[in-house]
């Protein structure tokens, strides 16, 4: 049985990944502050004698008695919203918190993987984006707490496995979708949510920027194939199937059946403009790639959205 910690175990994909983990022979300890993530996301876990949730901001040291196998670092802000609310509390997770873990990882001789994300490549320049492409990022814009503090964490598990023999592994997280997203201003659930409130859809800017959605449980599968490989990365995860943010908005209405107009709003600051991930890496050291539609993961989520709202 590994035993297994995941921190940001109580938010989006944190809590999908504790699901998954505890269907095997598994010992999960899930560690999130509840600032992002809630304890809604994990009620169904609750009671398992193998599932151990803790109260813990992840930028303060962290005590385990025993043994742990894996480390899966999911904990941080991952929405524009929170970036320019709250951009302290997005740069420390990724970089205080992952020294720690690392720490931990060292002291332990534990594997830690760190989901990374596809900011670091910033606004890309070159398309669609593969590992090797070093981004075009704005370190002062309001979204280099993120970006800056990810692409860190990146270099900070580098230099760990280089110095220390830490195994690491890099997951490059693209634009992830599903049951138990927050509304927080980020696009699938911000939409969901209009439309079966009748409200107009809002769409920053002029909806022709591009993003590649992939669904939740897709996007587990591949963290869960990369720790299993012990490749170090970085490796992209994500859908390559690239979509226009009106071409989803449009989707959103036929799936709701809502006949909310789109308004569109101001564009955000350094929003990038095209975003599809080369994802050949995953398929050739992972045999991993998506499964599931767009169409199909969007009915799934505003399922969720639906009987949340009753």
């Not at 998954?20 to 300890?29: F, H, Q, S, T, W």
């Not at 169904?44 to 109260?55: I, T, V, W």
């Not at 990365?233 to 989803?248: C, D, F, M, Q, R």
Request: charged share 25%; proline share 7%.
């Amino acid at each position: 049985m590994a035993r297994i910690l995941v921190t940001g175990g109580a938010g989006f994909i944190g809590s999908h990944l504790c699901e998954r983990l505890l269907a095997g022979p598994n010992e999960v300890i899930s560690v999130d502050d509840y600032t992002i993530g809630t304890r809604a996301n994990l009620e169904h876990l609750e009671g398992r004698p193998n599932f151990f949730p803790k109260r813990h901001d992840v930028t303060k040291p962290l005590s385990l008695a025993g043994d742990v196998d894996e480390i899966y670092h999911m904990a941080s802000p991952a929405s524009p919203d929170h970036f320019e609310a709250k951009p302290v509390e997005t740069a420390l997770p990724n970089s205080v918190g992952t020294w720690l873990l690392l720490e931990m990882a060292r002291a332990k001789g534990s594997r830690l993987l760190f989901a990374s994300t596809s900011e670091v490549y910033g606004d890309p320049l070159q398309h669609p984006q593969n590992e090797e492409y070093r981004g075009n990022v704005s370190t002062t814009g309001p979204r280099a707490p993120y970006d800056e503090s990810k692409r860190f964490g990146e270099a900070l598990c580098l230099a760990y496995m280089r110095q220390h023999g830490v195994e690491v592994s890099i997951a490059r997280i693209f634009n992830t979708y599903g049951p138990r997203m927050a509304n927080d201003g980020r696009v699938v659930p911000a939409l969901v949510v209009q439309a079966l409130r009748g409200e107009p859809l809002t769409v920053h800017g002029d909806g022709r920027q591009t993003r590649s959605f992939c669904y939740v449980s897709d996007l587990v599968d591949g963290l869960v194939a990369l720790m299993n490989a012990g490749e170090p990365g970085p490796v992209n995860l994500g859908s390559p199937v690239e979509t226009t943010v009106l071409a989803v908005a449009e989707k959103v209405k036929a799936v709701t059946g809502s006949s909310s107009e789109v308004s569109f709003a101001p564009g955000r600051p350094d929003d990038p403009a095209r975003r599809q991930p080369d994802i050949r890496r995953a398929a050739e050291l992972l045999g991993w790639k998506p499964k599931v539609s767009l169409d199909e993961g969007l009915r799934l989520t505003v399922d969720y959205f639906r009987h949340r709202a009753r």
